[in-house]
T-cell receptor
């Protein structure tokens, strides 16, 4: 059954620590995305990637880093530079057409909290 | 910049009634719109989409209407059920998501 898997579901970060959130998809999608969602808010784009070994910053990339070494995987690292990391993090993927307009498939998120 | 906003942050509907969720967008060049449903603690799930060359599109119990003149969309859910309780987002792109409308169902 194809889909997107995010892990872990819950994650706790200590002060000064970097943590990495995993996102894997087996949908053969070219594009992958990371969003941050704060309580009662919409989704804000952190980073996205349309092809292996290439990625672009979204609206709130500061304090985050990503890599795209494989088509299936797009891990997000929340660095110690991100001073307010507590949020719900969502990963998504989509196909790319000529118009780039296709719906996204989302994972079930990782909830990150500060210890 | 481009923006999208849902008209009401919360909507309460009697079970069995029809629900209408409205959405306005700012960019008249937007040519594709998607509605997502997000249940508590989960990722958004695709409901229905519509392209700008259409005024209406129907799915199972859902209908989306697009009025390009006033840059407005609506999502209609027929015979609302308890399982429809969620936050609903409309988006014209993969970058812009508004804060959504929370749909609550009264028994």
């Amino acid at each position: 059954d194809g889909g997107i898997t995010q892990s872990p579901k819950y994650l706790f970060r200590k002060e000064g620590q970097n943590v990495t959130l995993s996102c894997e998809q087996n949908l053969n999608h070219d594009a992958m995305y990371w969003y941050r969602q704060d309580p009662g808010q919409g989704l804000r784009l952190i980073y996205y990637s349309q092809i292996v070994n290439d990625f672009q910053k979204g609206d709130i990339a500061e304090g985050y880093s990503v890599s795209r070494e494989k088509k299936e995987s797009f891990p997000l690292t929340v660095t110690s530079a991100q001073k307010n990391p507590t949020a719900f993090y969502l990963c998504a993927s989509s196909t790319l057409t000529g118009s780039s307009n296709q719906p996204q498939h989302f994972g079930d998120g990782t909830r990150l909290s500060i210890l | 910049g481009e923006s999208v906003g849902l008209h009401l942050p919360t909507l309460s509907v009697q079970e069995g009634d029809n629900s209408i969720i409205n959405c306005a967008y700012s960019n008249s060049a937007s040519d594709y719109f998607i509605w997502y449903k997000q249940e508590s603690g989960k990722g958004p799930q695709f409901i229905i989409d519509i392209r700008s060359n259409m005024d209406k599109r129907q799915g199972q119990r859902v209908t989306v209407l697009l009025n390009k003149t006033v840059k407005h969309l609506s999502l209609q859910i027929a015979a609302t059920q308890p399982g429809d309780s969620a936050v609903y987002f409309c988006t014209p792109s993969k970058i812009i998501f508004g804060s959504g409308t929370r749909l609550s169902i009264r028994p």
